[in-house]
């Protein structure tokens, strides 16, 4: 856990297992980086960030979904603001046949020589989408 004058981070130990008793299915689910900001002055904003990864190690299926990929910082410690082109609940990423040691150096690779089984992109206030298709949406 991270903390300054007016926002703190921090990432949940552990892995979250959830298990399907139909088919004996199991998914792992190590937590992205949660941010708070505004604790003492501005507006209060709740954020993920950073890779989440799931995996079903019996299918050999991985997925990385990384939040908010492309965020910039600029300015100082007085003028310290994030410049981004999408939504800061934007999420994309890639359903994949092998584990990835690091998907933030791989993601340009993975993506550009079409390495993937599925591609996923979405907002995770809003709705998530698998190769273009619905999958979740908060309605």
Known sequence: ???SANSASGKGKGIQTFE???DNGR?????????IEGLMMGERVYKWADILKASDEENKLYAYMWINPDKKKSGGWFNASEQTAQRFDYIEGV??????QDY???RNSILD????ISKIEGYWTEKLMIDGEEFWNIN
């Open 113 to 116: 020589n079409n390495r993937y």
């Open 95 to 100: 359903i994949v046949d092998r584990e990835v």
């Open 27 to 35: 998914i792992k689910v190590e937590s992205a980086l949660v941010m």
């Open 1 to 3: 856990m991270s903390t």
């Open 104 to 106: 933030k150096k791989e």
């Open 20 to 22: 399907f008793p139909r």
